[in-house]
């Protein structure tokens, strides 16, 4: 039987190891797990959610809190329509985030930048044109468009020099979002050079709706690849959502695939930017501890765990600093749900709202825990110490696991021995 290591991805005039780490936001997949991917060889993904939040933290820039200084006054205001992202200072934080990753690349592999058209940010098109261009700027090795149908995405781009140098790819959930992506675009006289197609088993948003359950990653593979074959177009296609082994990847080269994304296995690596006391509720979750769920402002389904913090939470809505979901009439339905809630218990402060979460808080504290299906098979992939916790794993690790295994088997990594003081 075959490996991923029998494959290279070609992109250009690169051949890759055809294992994509998939972006992960915000600061999930940090910088440091993207260069390891690349480092060996492969493509790894930074995020570009929340960026200025993210340097705050890095880099110690203070955006948030000038933001938040500056639109003080309207916290009480369910319409933010006046909480507008100063572009200037998103184009510098994206430049910091991009800049600092490309200068510590090592390595044959690519980094690339997961851009979501959902962070409509109160002002869609312009925020996009800025963190797209900023990130070209910047040095990245290419962006990968996601949670979105990105009909007018390559137009924001098309005269800037390095459109046609940097690779671009498209997220899609199906062939008909494909169809669409390449009409529209295609008018810029330029096609994306990879499709990444991700199935319903795939964590972060899903781009199905809540009978995900009834799709099937392998069935719209090959339905897109068919596709792509009979049109006569020559682009990668990779798919991601639920691949867990190698032996899983390798199913997928060998049935015509460029390469795999994949990301649950990288959420309990060392290089990840999740705190290591949510990582081990990644290990720990059993497989009914995994809902998908309606509770992102986005309309997009989303898988979690369910114990998570994110999940009924009072918090007050927290656009003046973040408002990285408000559409561009400068609404998220969080706040609608916020208010619902209050309107239902007058007097009460501290109300829990289920119906939404406030995801852009949420994921900055790393309170929601998203995961893709098989996170409850992560607990397969390491030891158990003998305190009861799980041993995290290096990203090299994991990526040699995906690159090597045959026969469905997974590595586990050389245990950790304990040297107890005193
Ligand atoms: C914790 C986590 C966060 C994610 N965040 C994003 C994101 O910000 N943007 C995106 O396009 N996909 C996101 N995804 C989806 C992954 O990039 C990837 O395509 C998918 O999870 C692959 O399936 P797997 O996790 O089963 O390997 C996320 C996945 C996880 C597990």
Not at 344 to 350: I, L, Q, S, Y
Request: with cysteine; aromatic share 8%; net charge neutral.
């Amino acid at each position: 039987m075959k490996c991923v290591d029998d494959f290279r991805l070609q992109l250009g005039n690169k051949q890759l190891v055809p294992i994509m780490i998939g972006g992960m936001g915000v600061d999930i997949s940090t910088a440091r797990l993207a260069l390891e991917a690349a480092r060996l060889g492969g493509v790894g993904h930074i995020s570009d959610a929340m960026v200025p939040t993210v340097t705050d933290r890095r880099f110690d820039t203070k955006f948030v809190k000038t933001k938040l200084a500056k639109y003080k006054f309207n916290v009480d205001n369910p319409d933010k329509s006046v909480v507008q992202f100063d572009l200037g200072v998103l184009e510098e934080a994206t430049r910091l985030h991009v800049g600092n990753a490309m200068q510590q690349k090592q390595g044959d592999g690519l980094v690339f930048i997961n851009c979501m058209e959902k962070l409509t940010m109160n002002a869609p098109k312009e925020t996009l044109r800025v963190r797209m261009r900023a990130a070209l700027d910047a040095g990245i090795d290419g962006i990968t468009l996601a949670a979105g149908l990105h009909l007018g995405s390559f137009a924001l781009i098309e005269d800037h020099p390095r459109f046609r140098d940097a690779k671009l790819g498209i997220i899609v959930s199906s062939l008909r979002a494909l169809q669409l992506f390449l009409k529209k675009n295609g008018r810029c006289g330029r096609m994306p050079d990879y499709v990444v197609v991700e199935g319903p088993l795939a964590g972060g948003h899903l781009g199905f709706g809540m009978d995900w359950a009834e799709y099937d990653l392998a069935s719209i593979f090959t339905e897109i690849r068919d596709w792509l074959k009979a049109e006569q177009l020559d682009i990668p296609l990779i798919p991601a959502g639920g691949i867990f082994t190698g032996s899983d990847a390798a199913g997928f080269l060998e049935a015509g695939a460029g390469a795999v994304q994949v990301a649950t296995r990288f959420t309990v690596t060392r290089e990840c930017g999740l705190p290591e006391k949510v990582q081990q509720e990644y290990f720990k979750a059993d497989e009914d501890d995994i809902e998908v769920n309606q509770l992102s402002p986005t309309g997009y389904p989303m898988r979690m765990i369910k114990g998570c913090p994110a999940i009924g939470d009072s918090i007050r809505p927290n656009c003046e600093a973040y408002g990285y979901l408000l559409d561009a009439k400068g609404s998220c339905s969080y706040i609608e749900a916020y208010h619902k809630a209050h309107e239902a218990h007058p007097g009460e402060r501290r109300v829990p709202v289920w119906e939404k979460t406030c995801l852009c808080t949420h994921m900055r504290n790393f309170d929601c825990w998203t995961c893709g299906h098989y996170a409850y098979r992560l607990k397969d992939t390491t030891h158990r110490l003998a305190d009861g916790s799980y041993q995290l794993l290096s990203a090299e690790h994991v990526f040699h696991d995906y690159q090597y295994s045959t026969d469905h088997k997974i590595a586990l990594p050389k245990r950790e021995v304990c040297l107890l003081a005193g």
